[in-house]
């Protein structure tokens, strides 16, 4: 079983909006602090969001006003908001528990285009 899916990439034009999951199997994101990744062709992987287990946010520079993330009450459900969408914003997204070496998802594609 994959401890985290990844869904709800897709394309949208710039100024558009997406929602991303991320769908963690069994506990393994209940006590732990979530985080998302991007990583575009060509780019170093950037960080672009973290919520801990109680709430608190935080954001890449890149992103900051114009992504939004969240988390269920169960731990197993986590949401990556994405707004005024960028051509610059297109990657592949990431879920990840416990740093770079931690837990990765498989990833799911946004393409920013007109």
């Known amino acids: 079983q994959v401890p985290l899916v990844e869904s709800g990439g897709g394309l949208v034009q710039p100024g558009g909006s997406l929602t991303l999951s991320c769908t963690a199997s069994?506990?393994?994101?209940?006590?732990?602090?979530m985080n998302w990744y991007r990583h575009a062709p060509g780019n170093a992987r950037e960080w672009v969001a973290s919520i801990t287990t109680d709430g608190h946010a935080s954001y890449g520079d890149s992103v900051k006003g114009r992504f939004a993330v969240s988390r269920d009450n169960v731990g197993t459900t986590f949401t990556l908001q994405l707004t005024s969408l960028r051509p610059e914003d297109s990657a592949w997204y990431y879920c990840n528990l416990h740093g770079p070496r931690g837990i990765w998802g498989r990833g799911t594609l946004v393409t920013v285009s007109p």
């Open positions: 069994g506990d393994v994101a209940r006590s732990n602090t």
